[in-house]
């Protein structure tokens, strides 16, 4: 999207470079990146950088209208609810495809969005590693809104750590320590002093919860919990986790950020929305019919993550479901061969990601994330024996 600094990249681009830059990247925390790293960054213009925010403020405002919250309380599985919600999401992610506009430029194509954190803590250390290591102009950066490296983190400490003692916050995640973005969970741990801890460690009293804290070995108050856990894969792991205290109870505790928001802002929310950027989206349930081109739609289950269930080309049978309510159907969108690598283009998607600190009439676009694919999809199973695939930073022009 950026020829001059694309050509630049490639023409320097060596595997010698590029082993050198994931053993760097590797030494800080030995053996915990378990996805593959992207041989390349994605550079992004300031004319695509304002599609991309046209689009996520819109976005916002839909998050934002009174009737929102009304709309998605079906989304919540009653099973899975949880007091003390919160007036808002503390993490806004919006997950785009670069797309061809038809008219020889590109346009950003709305994929997926949550209201969950994402990899906050990686996301500033790799890109200053491959700054190390390859040349990146310094008028592009993987921050945005103005922020710098100081500003960012900043920002990032008063959206989870907030007035509260470090020591009192708390990353909580299932088995923090076999979870492929454990990397992050460590990243967050050095920027913000504040620890990862597994369910089954949480100690409970009364409606208190506390924590043998690693670095003191004191049992210490939590008062504030930076949510990791996904109640889907909570339930998938209940029989072989042990014992834990339940979470869903009205606990004595800050949420950041509160469980429901993954629900509300979620493949639930996209037959919601009406903008040129983002694909047509359908509850299965209130479909009167099936397109006629039913080639040309994904069908997503509402309540999986990572890609579960996802059915990529649909046929009549696959919508004989159970639940069709928990279903939609999404427009296919045509991913863009937009790098040029030493075989065949890869494809791109950015992740636009918001902090939303306690208070804050608006949240804040504060850093992004880009995934490269040769497959249908963006995703591990796609890109099986691929290079110039995998998680990788878009520098935005400043």
């Known amino acids: 999207m950026v020829p001059a600094l694309r050509q630049a990249f490639n023409a320097t681009f060596t595997r010698q470079r590029y082993t050198d830059f994931l053993a760097d990247l590797n030494s800080r925390y030995p053996g915990a990146i378990e996805f593959r790293i992207a041989e390349t960054p994605v550079f992004i213009p300031k004319d695509f950088a304002a599609r991309l925010i046209d689009i996520c403020e819109y976005l916002i405002d839909i998050i934002l209208e009174p009737r929102f919250r009304q709309l998605t309380d079906r989304a919540i599985p009653r099973e899975d609810r949880v007091p003390n919600d919160t007036t808002h999401p503390h993490f806004l992610a919006f997950d785009f495809a670069i797309c061809e506009d038809g008219i020889g430029g590109y346009q950003p194509q709305l994929i997926e969005m949550q209201g969950f954190a994402s990899l906050y803590g990686f996301q500033v250390f790799y890109p200053e590693t491959l ?205 863009a061969d937009l790098i040029p690598t030493p075989d065949v283009p890869a494809k791109a998607e950015i992740r636009m990601m918001y902090l939303w600190k306690d208070n804050a009439p608006r949240p804040t676009l504060a850093i992004n994330l880009a995934r490269l694919s040769k497959g249908k999809m963006i995703g591990v199973n796609f890109n099986k024996d691929r290079e110039w695939v995998g998680g990788s930073v878009a520098f935005f022009e400043r």
Not at 275 to 289: D, G, V
Not at 301 to 312: C, D, N, R, W
Request: proline content about 9%; overall charge neutral.
């Open 131 to 335: 700054r190390r290591h390859f040349t990146i102009p310094d008028n592009y950066s993987q921050f945005l809104s103005g922020l710098d490296q100081p500003g960012y983190l900043d920002l990032l400490k008063q959206t989870i750590v907030a007035d509260f003692p470090p020591e009192e916050v708390i990353l909580l995640e299932i088995r923090p320590h076999q979870q492929k973005t454990r990397v992050d969970f460590y990243c967050t741990r050095d920027y913000l002093g504040i620890q990862p801890v597994c369910l089954t460690e949480l100690i409970q009293e009364g409606d208190r919860l506390f924590y043998i804290n690693p670095v003191t070995q004191r049992k210490t108050r939590i008062s504030r919990i930076y949510n990791r856990v996904i109640f889907d894969e909570l339930h998938q792991a209940a029989a072989t986790l042990g014992p834990h205290p339940d979470i869903r109870q009205n606990l004595d505790v800050k949420w950041v950020t509160h469980p429901d928001w993954f629900y509300r802002v979620s493949k639930f929310t996209l037959p919601f929305i009406h903008h040129p950027y983002a694909p047509p989206a359908f509850f299965l349930n209130e479909l009167k019919q099936p397109p006629a081109d039913l080639e040309n739609y994904v069908l997503k289950p509402l309540f999986s993550f990572a890609g579960q269930g996802v059915v990529i080309d649909p046929q009549l049978s696959d919508l004989e479901v159970k639940n069709p309510e928990n279903w939609i159907l999404q427009r296919k969108v045509k991913y």
